[in-house]
């Protein structure tokens, strides 16, 4: 949370220079297009951290839809040792009950077509095939993903097809400073506005606060391997999938 300040007081001087410097994308002045929430991931597991950053956001964005996207090869992490399937079995799990959350495998599939990494470019583009180009689709992005996304296939190229939600991650340390193409790009897109986002189909940046969970999937699985509980760091249908089908024990997987 500290840091999420820290970044917005960062980039509000240069509020007025970015509203000046309007994206791209035009705006389309259609009030009631929907606003769809798109938070890929690996999934391995899901866990508390994922649902509520998408519950905050959803409400405090006002969206129509989250998407949770699991995807099948991770373009930047090491395989991962759970197969898709189970990531994605998961997933349905934990989100079953929201009717605001949806499961959407476009991933899977598109991976088993032709093996290629899940690119997240290819999958705004697949969902700018099925909504049209005037929904609002924002992807959301703890701020460790954020980091690191200059070093994301065509990166640059994301923000015509979507807007970004940024949030902290109680881990992320703050004092790592972000890469200089990065702070042009917060420059260029950053708004404090969530009406923006709803204006125009892509194009913006904006940081929201949400209630800092320091839950990662990496911290569940060393808890697993070690015979510790994971037990109130996500839901229970998705702890009782883990143990039944033997997933992230040691020396299992
Ligand atoms: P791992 O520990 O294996 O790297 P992870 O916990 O970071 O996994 P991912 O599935 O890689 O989970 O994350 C998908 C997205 O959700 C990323 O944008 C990540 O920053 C965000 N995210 C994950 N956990 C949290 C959390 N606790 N709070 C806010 N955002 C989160």
Redesign the pocket.
């Known amino acids: 949370m500290v840091a999420l300040v820290y970044m917005a007081a960062k980039y509000r001087r240069h509020h007025v220079v970015i509203l000046l410097s309007q994206p791209s994308t035009q705006k389309n002045n259609l009030v009631s297009n929907p606003l769809i929430g798109i ?6 597991p ?5 649902l ?2 998408a519950q905050e956001l959803a409400e405090s964005l006002q969206l129509n839809e989250v998407r949770f996207i699991p ?1 099948a090869n ?1 373009p930047l ?1 090491l395989a ?1 040792l759970v197969s898709a399937k189970h990531r994605a079995a998961m997933v349905q799990l934990a989100i079953t009950g929201n009717p605001g959350f949806k499961f959407d495998d476009r991933e899977l599939y598109r991976v088993a077509a032709d093996n290629l990494p899940s690119y997240t470019i290819d999958t705004l583009l697949s969902l700018r095939q099925e909504l049209g180009g005037s929904a609002s689709l924002i992807l ?7 980091s690191k996304f200059n070093t994301w296939h065509a990166w640059e190229k994301i923000i015509q097809l979507c807007h970004i939600a940024l ?6 340390s703050i004092n790592v400073p972000l890469p200089k193409v990065l702070e042009i790009f917060l420059h260029n897109h950053y708004t404090e506005n969530a009406d923006d986002l709803r204006e125009a189909s892509a194009g913006y940046v904006t940081m929201q606060a ?1 209630t ?10 060393n808890r697993l391997q070690n015979t510790h509980s994971a037990r109130y760091l996500m839901p229970d249908s998705v702890l009782d999938y883990i143990q039944s089908n033997r997933l992230y024990s040691a020396g299992t997987g």
């Open positions: 938070l890929g991931g690996t999934f391995n899901i866990h508390f951290g994922h509520r950053m995807s991770p992490k991962p959301f992005m703890g701020s460790d993903a954020f949030v902290q991650r109680p881990a992320a949400i800092p969970l320091d839950i990662s999937s990496t911290a569940i699985r």
